[in-house]
């Protein structure tokens, strides 16, 4: 194992920049996950997370700020 990540280089910029090109969907699953542990359908949940994820994308804007203008996902889950 020693071997395998001997060589191992971090690149935090790279990290950086890869993580605020995905405006925070790569935490979707987990926000749909505690939707449901809400009390959220399921299918509900995954909807609205990959029609927000989308969005995201698309307005090139966090994914905590497209959930918080969904009224049904500030009921079972707010931003902060």
Do not use: K
């Given at each position: 194992?020693?071997?395998v990540?001997g060589g191992?280089?971090?690149n935090?910029?790279a ?7 995905l ?5 979707a ?8 542990r809400r009390?959220?359908n399921?299918?509900d949940a995954?909807?609205?997370?990959r029609m927000?994820?989308?969005q995201a ?6 994914l905590?700020e ?8 500030v009921?079972?889950?707010?931003k902060?």
């Open positions: 194992m020693a071997g990540l191992l280089v971090i935090r910029a990290i950086r920049r890869n993580l605020a090109f405006h925070g969907i790569n935490m699953e987990s926000v749909m996950i505690e939707l449901t009390g959220m399921r299918q995954h909807e609205r997370i927000a994820s989308m994308l698309i307005e090139e804007l966090p905590a497209i959930l918080v203008r969904d009224p049904e996902v009921r079972y889950c707010s902060s």
